[in-house]
């Protein structure tokens, strides 16, 4: 999504009362991510895992931005536990489902900007878009390009929080992730910091 790109976005979206919504996805196996904390001088500290095991939790989220109006952050989350035939993520069904809750939840219409993944390409998808196309209008983001979508932010808020966990099992790594989520929901400054670190504006 490029400068012009943005233009138009945001045209679209004030032309149509809409939200301007960005989607991305991330995940969390049992395995901590890297983060700061104490230690003393000369001993690096290390964080024991005791429960290592498999498994994996999946997040999709949205940024969901409007002037005048309080920024949302809606998200879902599956849980994935080596199981035969359980789905190892979201697929592009949870997709259409995430952006029909977004556009029940905010109430009007939705412009919205990801990235060009596969499950975001598929031809369900593409047909989604085009029958909803009154009250949908999608952009998609460059390749590689994380700084300029505000939900990264919202996930590396996560990932500082739960980074020192040493988790037991997937199922309390999932309620840290969710915990998080909630409190950022609650701080739509948080939502809107994440918008500033991108460059990104939404007035003209």
């Known amino acids: ?9 945001k045209s679209i979206a004030a032309g149509r ?3 301007i919504v960005f989607e991305d996805e991330a995940g969390q196996s049992m395995t901590p991510p890297r983060a700061r904390t104490w230690g003393r001088i000369g001993q690096t500290p290390v964080v024991r ?16 931005y409007k002037p005048g109006e309080r920024s949302r952050l809606i998200y879902a989350i599956r849980e994935y ?19 029909v809750r977004a556009r029940i939840q905010l109430g009007g219409p939705i412009v919205l900007v990801w990235d060009n993944v596969r499950l975001h390409l ?11 196309a009154e009250w949908l209008t999608v952009f998609h983001l460059p390749t590689y ?8 932010g919202i996930w590396s808020l996560v990932k500082r929080e739960i980074g020192n966990l040493a988790a037991a099992d997937l199922t ?17 400054e ?10 990104l504006t939404l007035e003209d």
């Open 1 to 9: 999504m490029e400068e012009g790109d943005l233009a138009a976005g």
């Open 17 to 19: 009362g809409a939200w």
């Open 49 to 64: 895992v005791r429960g290592r095991g498999s498994g994996r939790v999946s997040m999709a989220g949205m940024t969901c």
């Open 81 to 99: 536990r080596g199981r035969k035939d359980e789905p190892k993520g979201f697929g592009w069904l949870d997709f259409r489902d995430l952006i």
């Open 122 to 132: 598929t031809a369900g998808m593409r047909a989604f878009i085009e029958k909803n």
């Open 145 to 152: 390009a994380p700084d300029l979508n505000p939900q990264e």
């Open 172 to 188: 309390q790594i999932t309620r840290a992730v969710k915990r998080r989520l909630k409190r950022i929901q609650y701080r739509p």
């Open 190 to 199: 948080l939502v809107d910091g994440c918008l500033a670190t991108t460059g």
